[in-house]
């Protein structure tokens, strides 16, 4: 692994946003069925209160007749940043708020990925270049 970033000005610098192959929805259930046909498409959970939150494909949300009218791209951050560190959420979700780019930040272990709307992919890997631009 990389060195690991912390602060907010060597998280944006080093962020190198990717799309990520495929395009995703977000769908809930609390049916423990439809949960273990979900789970080997799923590339990730949350349980909330009111059910079990998947992130699949779009084709798996289709094949199941489940809801596909909001499908998202995948951003990777591609930088490894601090479990700790702050400031790259607020700044990533800050630059495409400004842009009228809404957007689903999921931090896990190694990187951060942001989800927006399909249509909006290219806009928003253009915004968050040039905030890494602006950064470095």
């Known amino acids: 692994m990389s060195k690991v970033a912390h602060t907010a000005q060597d998280m944006i610098s080093g962020m190198t946003p990717t799309l990520t192959p495929g395009v995703f929805v977000f769908t809930t259930t609390t049916d423990p069925d439809l949960m273990k046909s979900l789970w080997p498409h799923t590339i990730g959970t949350f349980k909330e209160a009111e059910g079990m939150s998947f992130l699949i494909p779009v084709e798996t949300a289709e094949t199941l007749n489940l809801d596909a ?42 990187h951060d990925h942001v989800f927006v709307p399909s249509d909006l992919s290219q806009k928003a890997l253009d915004v968050l270049a040039e905030l890494q631009s602006n950064a470095t």
């Open 69 to 110: 009218d909001h499908p998202m791209r995948c951003i990777t951050l591609n930088v490894y940043s601090s479990l700790e560190g702050v400031g790259l959420t607020a700044a990533v979700s800050a630059a495409l708020g400004a842009a009228n780019i809404p957007c689903n930040m999921i931090a896990a272990f190694h």
